[in-house]
């Protein structure tokens, strides 16, 4: 168990709409990473918030967003749904922004109908 | 960023030991060379880093070229459970803003055999 926690686990939906993925860090981790694994584009860095603020950006779209809240734990956002959208989510958490390794959740299996 | 170069897979038997390679030649001074492994159906796992010295913990070895312009992970004993896809990846955290991300390569998918 790494600790950080990904709900829901699977997530079905149709193009067009709109989900939240939800993260909650490990105890104590400041740093939330998203990434995103697609069977043609492998694991893919999203985005990265450390203790609420934006970090760092990666193969974002502009129909994803994210953010983290004081309490630490961090949403994915994605709207506007296309069929190639559907992929692993994962999250990650570190302690800081240094070298510490990250701790990955289970991930959210999102599938676009 | 910098690459990485890794095989794409590997076999092993299982209760000897494996030592898994990775090419990284434009590697710089402040990256360090951290390796991941993601098992069937789950997310990545920390494994081990370092950045000049070996390293050592209770899952693996890490063998750094005087160089560093390769390393080696090294696991002792591979079991059944050690079967998945393993990456090396550089991380640079003197570069403000990036903050640790992680970029993945293709990585090295490890099978063990009984």
């Known amino acids: 168990d790494s600790g950080v926690t990904q709900t829901p686990k699977h997530l079905i939906t149709a193009t067009g709409q709109r989900v939240t993925l939800r993260c909650s860090p490990r105890?104590?981790?400041?740093?939330v990473y998203w990434y995103q694994q697609s069977l043609d584009q492998g694991l893919q860095f999203l985005i990265q918030?450390?203790?609420?603020?934006?970090?760092a950006k990666g193969n974002i779209l502009e129909r994803f967003s994210a953010q983290q809240f004081p309490d630490l734990h961090s949403e994915l956002n994605l709207s506007s749904l296309e069929l190639g959208d559907s992929a692993l989510y994962f999250c990650?958490?570190?302690?800081?922004?240094?070298?510490?390794?990250?701790?990955f959740g289970d991930g959210t299996r999102l599938s676009i109908l | 960023d910098a690459k990485t170069t890794q095989p794409n897979s590997m076999e092993s038997n299982e209760e000897e030991p494996v030592h898994l390679p990775c090419n990284h030649s434009?590697?710089?001074?402040?990256?360090?060379i951290h390796w991941y492994r993601q098992l069937p159906s789950q997310g990545p796992e920390y494994v081990i880093h370092?950045?000049?010295s070996n390293v050592n913990n209770r899952m693996a070895s890490l063998a750094i070229a005087e160089d560093r312009k390769s390393s080696t992970l090294i696991l002792h004993r591979a079991t059944l459970r050690d079967a998945a896809v393993y990456y090396c990846?550089?991380?640079?955290?003197?570069?403000?803003?990036?903050?640790?991300?992680?970029?993945f390569g293709q990585g090295t998918e490890l099978s063990v055999k009984p």
């Open positions: 370092g950045l000049t």
């Open positions: 105890s104590g981790d400041l740093s």
């Open positions: 990650a958490s570190s302690a800081d922004l240094s070298n510490q390794p990250q701790h």
């Open positions: 990846i550089l991380v640079d955290t003197m570069i403000y803003n990036q903050g640790g991300k992680l970029i």
């Open positions: 918030y450390y203790n609420g603020e934006e970090r």
């Open positions: 434009t590697i710089s001074g402040t990256d360090y």
